[in-house]
């Protein structure tokens, strides 16, 4: 069982940067393949960014490639999002998943693939 607690979120103008954090209990974090999603109002749940184990590979989204770095520390049992160049299409609450397949290589978009899930934190961008 992994436990992931999102913190970083607030509001921030257009073109404005933050960082999230999610930490996760447990001590197999080192293993998992983890992931960001996000979800807007009236929208369906979105492929943000994902990072395997190692942090040697970052898949993301088209909507946030080039603008957005996801990154881990094992050590701290924690993976990062951070996100630049913010715009009001951003806002959404963002979630931290891990992959359930512990050493698995394959990288997946599909938020059905993730079984453990953060509560989410805010993110909202003004214009």
């Known amino acids: 069982q992994v436990q992931l607690v999102e913190s970083g979120g607030g509001l921030v103008q257009a073109g404005g940067s933050l960082r999230l954090s999610c930490t996760a209990s447990g001590r197999t974090f080192s293993a998992y393949i983890m992931g960001w999603f996000r979800q807007a109002p009236g929208k369906e749940r979105e492929f943000v960014a994902a990072?395997?184990?190692?942090?040697?590979?970052?898949h993301y989204g088209d909507s946030v490639r080039g603008r957005f770095t996801i990154s881990r520390d094992n050590g701290k049992n924690t993976v990062y999002l951070q996100m630049n160049s913010l715009q009001p299409e951003d806002t959404a609450v963002y979630y931290c998943?891990?992959?359930?397949?512990?050493?698995?290589?394959?990288?997946?978009?599909?938020?059905?693939?993730?079984?453990?899930w953060g509560q989410g934190t805010q993110v909202t961008v003004s214009s």
């Open positions: 998943a891990a992959d359930p397949r512990i050493g698995s290589s394959y990288i997946r978009h599909s938020a059905s693939e993730y079984n453990y």
């Open positions: 990072i395997s184990w190692s942090g040697g590979r970052m």
